[in-house]
Nanobody, 124 residues
Framework: QVMLVESGGGLVQAGGSLRLSCAAS????????MGWFRQAPGKERELIAGTTWSGDRTYYPDSVKGRFTISRDNAKNTVVLQMNSLKPEDTAVYYC?????????????????WGQGTQVTVSS
């Protein structure tokens, strides 16, 4: 069973950047498909970036495509979300998630392991 801990959230002005990190422990990290989700108040949790175990395939919804980048380092058991050109609508709690498998699942039910979340607030 893998444990996930996020870091790097905070307050940033619109147009700024943040880098979120997720450290994994307790499992074979390279077995897991990794995803970053976010959840704003009153909204469903949504996938905003995903990567296969090797990092050869990634997924981004249109809302963040071209602004967010997911990357992983299997040697360091970490996955990073680089967020650029942030907008107030990016404000949410961001979660790191993991699933055993090959494909990137696009719904939260597809992931068995979750971090505690980190708050990202983008001011206008």
């Amino acid at each position: 069973q893998v444990m996930l801990v996020e870091s790097g959230g905070g307050l940033v002005q619109a147009g700024g950047s943040l880098r979120l990190s997720c450290a994994a422990s307790g499992g074979t990290f390279s077995r897991y498909v990794m995803g970053w989700f976010r959840q704003a108040p009153g909204k469903e949790r949504e996938l905003i970036a995903g990567t296969t175990w090797s990092g050869d395939r990634t997924y981004y919804p249109d809302s963040v495509k071209g602004r967010f980048t997911i990357s992983r380092d299997n040697a360091k058991n970490t996955v990073v979300l680089q967020m650029n050109s942030l907008k107030p609508e990016d404000t949410a709690v961001y979660y790191c998630a993991a699933r055993v498998g090959i494909a990137i699942a696009t719904t939260s039910s597809g992931y068995a392991y979750w971090g505690q979340g980190t708050q990202v607030t983008v001011s206008s």
